[in-house]
């Protein structure tokens, strides 16, 4: 069984018991989270799509931490003409554990 979730602009193939880093959650470590974007579930060899989004079906996970990313070097530069500029980032995320899909 797996279910196919929307948060934070970026779609996620969850299944239960999985772990995965999402954009960050304004949730504390240790609570629980609902996802209610499901766009589609498979069930049995039975596949639910939903338009947009399938009416009562909810993900629920637990927030493990908070953290940030890798960092990436945005860096700018045209030839000949003395511009340089360098600057990085490191995107925050949240990471979930999935513990249910309700369908």
């Given at each position: 069984?797996?279910?196919?979730?929307?948060?934070?602009?970026?779609?996620?193939?969850?299944?239960?018991g999985?772990?995965?880093?999402?954009?960050?959650?304004?949730?504390e470590i240790g609570t629980e989270v609902g996802f209610d974007k499901v766009l589609a579930c498979k069930k049995d060899n039975r596949l639910q799509v939903g338009q947009p989004y399938l009416p009562d079906a909810v993900v629920r996970g637990k927030v493990l931490e908070h953290g940030k990313s890798k960092k990436i070097i945005v860096f700018k530069y045209k030839a000949k003409k003395n511009y340089r500029r360098k600057q990085g980032h490191r995107q925050p995320y949240t990471r979930i554990l999935i513990e249910k899909i309700e369908v």
């Open positions: 069984m797996y279910a196919i979730i929307e948060t934070g602009g970026k779609q996620y193939r969850v299944e239960e999985a772990v995965l880093s999402v954009e960050l959650l304004p949730a």
